[in-house]
């Protein structure tokens, strides 16, 4: 079964420090993975997908995640945090419908001043 | 431009109720789906749909029923509403398997 599992649910920084958020997949076949983000009440937005091409993925507002098969890893990162970033993140993975994606848990960032 | 929309936003409903959500897409998207939310679960997969008049079990289908017979449309159901089945619930559509998932805002439902 295909699976994600991020490490922390919380995660606290201080604005203009560098943000890692890190998630480990599980995948029987080379995965599609993803990061989607949850502002506070509002719907998920999507930050980023690997699908097998480059394994440094740039995605929205500065964010970027590399994927290494070897650790079975996709950390997500970001050089300076900005307030605008506390949000919640999700890690996703391609299920084994072909069609459903599998989120993990999440992850709480906090950015404080 | 309205993307995906999702009615009601609130629902507080009385267990044995039923009630139905409905969400719209205007990006004339073959695929769509349906999750709910719980705090420290992430996003469930419920049902999803790959085309007009077709559906499909997700992850956590039990208690719920979904019908697409509009290509815009996707609608979930509570036949009977457990306390159990108190959680957000959001509604995503996308233009290809495994692409973009675009959500809508959300439901909040709450079963007494």
């Known amino acids: 079964a295909q699976s994600v599992t991020q490490l922390d649910s919380h995660v606290s920084v201080s604005e203009g420090t560098p943000v890692l958020l890190r998630c480990n997949y599980s995948s029987s076949y080379s995965p599609s993975l993803f990061w989607y983000v949850q502002h506070p009440n509002k719907g998920l937005q999507l930050l980023l997908k690997y699908t097998s091409a480059a394994t440094l993925v740039k995605g929205i507002n500065g964010f970027e995640a590399e994927f290494k098969k070897s650790e079975t890893s996709f950390h997500l990162t970001k050089p300076s945090a900005h307030m605008s970033d506390a949000a919640e993140y999700f890690c996703v993975v391609r299920g084994n419908s072909g069609y459903a994606l599998n989120f993990g848990k999440g992850t709480s960032l906090l950015v404080t001043p | 431009n309205a993307g995906v929309t999702q009615t009601p936003k609130f629902r507080v409903l009385k267990t044995g109720q039923s009630m139905t959500l409905l969400c719209a897409q205007d990006?004339?998207?073959?695929?769509m789906y349906w999750y709910r939310q719980d705090p420290g679960m992430g996003l469930r997969l419920i049902h999803y749909?790959?085309?007009?008049?077709?559906?499909a079990k997700g992850e956590v289908p039990d208690g719920y029923n979904v019908s697409r017979l509009k290509k815009q449309n996707f609608l979930l159901g509570l036949e009977s509403a457990a306390p159990s089945q108190t959680s957000v619930y959001f509604c995503?559509?996308?233009?290809?398997?495994?692409?973009?998932?675009?959500f809508g805002e959300g439901s909040r439902l709450t079963v007494l």
């Open positions: 990006m004339n998207h073959e695929y």
């Open positions: 995503a559509s996308s233009s290809v398997p495994i692409g973009e998932l675009f």
């Open positions: 749909s790959v085309g007009e008049g077709t559906t």
